[in-house]
Structure formats: structure tokens, C-alpha cells
């Protein structure tokens, strides 16, 4: 069975600065996925990025960079420049072989101090 | 532009009571899915479909029935709800190579 962990359950951070939010993760498939969705206070599910077990580059998306460490099994998200609208729950998730469900961590809730 | 499109986004039941959860999606995807969020937890996976007429369990199935007869819809039916399925409720679309849309929940009040 694969199981993210995530272990901030609430982290700050001074607007501008970079911030690192934690996933560990599971599994004993050699191919899956990592996902890190953001959830504002508004509830919806938005996906911020993507990386795949075989990829050797780190995933980025702006702002958004995933810092992947496969032998340590994390894949840590920097937002770099936080913005006040940063503020929300962060989720990492994972997808294993070929299915396409989801296994989803507690999530991180992440504040920006102006 | 509509993407995953969830109906209704409140609903309050009585223990007992049974209702239907729509979900629709307009991106012509093979995968649905139904997630539940309790508060503090990530996102639980209920049921999924990798296309019209299969249907499959997640993690938690009990209390919940799904069908889909057309690629567009994936509704999530309660059969006799419990106080314990209140919740927000999120469906999800996707393909391959595509990453899940979410549609912007239903949150779910049983009294």
C-alpha cells in the first residue's frame, strides 16, 4: 500500500521569502507520481505540479518547484517569492503504476505575513 | 470553459434520508473519480470509473453507490445517509497525461 506523509501541519512565512513544504511518500512500485495541489480557503482543488519517478530534471512551474529526492522517497514543493495569495492547504499526493487515483497526505496549511 | 461541474454545493439530510451527487465533466476524459475531505485529512478516494460502464472501489466505498453510463457524468449516490458521511465531497476527471481536475465540491451536512 502506498501512504504519503506530510509533516507541517501549518507553516509561516514572511511574504517574498521562499518556503519549503514537506511530502514524504511510500511505495514499492518503481513508477509513480507526485502531485502537489493547492486548496485557497475557498475549497476548490487547484494543481500546482507534477513529477514523475523517471524524470531526472526537478519539475518546476514558476514560482513552484518540486525538489525531488528519490532516494529519500521526498518531493519536497519551494514556492519561492511567497505572495499573500499564497496562503491556503497544500496536499501531496501520489498516483501509483498505471491507475489513475490518487493517495493524498493531510496536507500543510501555509501562511504569508505580509 | 466549464471543466468539472458539481451539483448541489450545500445540501443538508436527515439520517436516513438518500440523495444523488452530480458531477459532469465536458473534457471528453476517461477517468472519474469521487474523493471525500473530513476536516484535517487529505482527500479520500470513495469510487472511480476508468470509462463508461466500469466502475471500481477506493478507500472508502461503504454507504456509497456510483454508475456510469455515460462518458460526461459520474454521479455518487448515498443510500441511507449517516451522520459519519458528513463531509465535502470533491469528483475528479482526468486523462492519460493529464493530471485531475477537481470540481469545487459539495459539502455534505448530515443531521
Known amino acids: 500500500a502506498q501512504k504519503i506523509t506530510q509533516t507541517q501541519p501549518g507553516m509561516f512565512v514572511q511574504e517574498k521569502e521562499a518556503v519549503t513544504l514537506d511530502c514524504t511518500y511510500d511505495t514499492s512500485d518503481q513508477s509513480y507520481g507526485l502531485f502537489w495541489y493547492k486548496q485557497p480557503s475557498s475549497g476548490e482543488m487547484i494543481f500546482l505540479i507534477y513529477q514523475g519517478s523517471y524524470d531526472e530534471q526537478n519539475a518546476t512551474e514558476g514560482r513552484y518547484s518540486l525538489n525531488f529526492q528519490k532516494a529519500r522517497k521526498s518531493a519536497n514543493l519551494v514556492i519561492s517569492a511567497s505572495q499573500l495569495g499564497d496562503s491556503a492547504m497544500y496536499f501531496c499526493?501520489?498516483?501509483?503504476?498505471?491507475?489513475?487515483?490518487?493517495?493524498f497526505g493531510s496536507g500543510t496549511q501555509l501562511t504569508v505575513l505580509p | 470553459n466549464a471543466g468539472v461541474t458539481q451539483t448541489p454545493k450545500f445540501q443538508v439530510l436527515k439520517t436516513g434520508q438518500s440523495m444523488t451527487l452530480q458531477c459532469a465533466q465536458d473534457m471528453n476524459h476517461e477517468y472519474m473519480s469521487w474523493y471525500r475531505q473530513d476536516p484535517g485529512m487529505g482527500l479520500r478516494l470513495i469510487h472511480y470509473s476508468v470509462g463508461a460502464g466500469i466502475t471500481d472501489q477506493g478507500e472508502v466505498p461503504n454507504g456509497y453507490n456510483v454508475s456510469r453510463s455515460t462518458t460526461e457524468d459520474f454521479p455518487l449516490r448515498l443510500l441511507s445517509a449517516a451522520p459519519s458521511q458528513t463531509s465535502v465531497y470533491f469528483c475528479a476527471s482526468s486523462s492519460r497525461g493529464v493530471p485531475q481536475h477537481f470540481g469545487d465540491g459539495t459539502r455534505l451536512s448530515i443531521l
Open positions: 499526493a501520489m498516483r501509483v503504476g498505471s491507475a489513475r487515483q490518487l493517495t
